[in-house]
């Protein structure tokens, strides 16, 4: 589980408890049903409307990556590439053919698979600069429902407020003693729709975009490898090369790692 994303959540849902503790708010003075149905199910609703109906009943699957680790070691894969790139120098590139089904990733199964075939190095990088847009595209129409979600949250809360507003406000000539407890009661729509943006919508569609610059990162460092290979660029100039990718704090420390592999150059 992502710890940065749950210590979060956690410390926003503590922050509002010992607020609403703080503030002496009474709890139930902060549940409303029927402002939970104007926000919550309005804002779904249009959310729902402006999204296809096959990404609205998966979306509990994307929501759950905001909650994963993020198991992305791109370490492992610069040693990777720069240990295929040896092979290709002392055997040839159609050696990496014996390698290429144990590879753990697509990406870079398909774009070595090309290279080997003989594929024009601008053609397979194209078809792979493709494939990374392609993800993009996909994964920003996943994350465009939270997005949409964080802008229909508070717009409903608004709606509900001005609903309650409405019925306070034709009720000024006849009793006015419930006039505070309705005008709270008003306000609860508003509250409703800035904690589902706020606390929900917007923190996962940015903890998603997170997950996709990272996932395009690898994938531009495997396709830069690749290439390096297919043009036979010394194995030592190829690590250099995709060090640019590596946090610089763990550079030093994969540059040893490879070296006590036997690494050379």
């Given at each position: ?72 070691d791109i370490n492992r894969y610069v040693l990777q590439i720069v240990s295929l790139s040896e092979i290709a120098r002392r055997e040839g590139i159609l050696a990496l053919e014996d390698h290429v089904d144990k590879l753990d990733s697509k990406f870079l199964t398909k774009a070595l698979q090309m290279i080997i075939d003989g594929t024009d190095p601008e053609i397979a990088k194209r ?139």
């Open positions: 589980m992502d710890k940065a994303y749950m210590i979060g959540f956690g410390v926003a849902i503590g922050v509002l408890v010992l607020g609403v503790e703080a503030s002496g708010v009474a709890w139930g003075a902060l549940y409303d049903l029927a402002s939970m149905f104007i926000t919550f199910g309005g804002a779904t609703a249009t959310t729902m409307m402006q999204n296809p109906f096959e990404l609205t009943m998966n979306i509990h699957k994307i929501y759950k990556l905001a909650w994963l680790k993020n198991e992305i078809v792979m600069r493709i494939e990374i847009e392609a993800l993009e595209a996909r994964h920003a129409g996943n994350r465009g429902w939270f997005d949409t979600l964080a802008t229909m949250g508070p717009a409903f809360g608004m709606l509900g407020t001005l609903i309650g507003l409405v019925g306070m406000l034709s009720n000024l000539g006849g009793d006015t003693s419930g006039l505070g407890k309705a005008m709270a009661a008003a306000l609860i729509t508003t509250l409703y729709g800035s904690f589902l943006a706020n606390v929900f919508a917007i923190p996962t569609n940015n903890k998603l975009k997170g997950r996709t610059g990272d996932e395009v990162t690898l994938m531009n460092m495997l396709l830069e490898g690749v290439m390096s290979i297919q043009a036979g660029e010394n194995p030592k100039v190829i690590m250099d090369k995709l060090l640019c990718f590596v946090d610089p704090s763990s550079r030093d420390a994969l540059i040893k790692q490879r070296e006590a592999e036997g690494g050379g150059g």
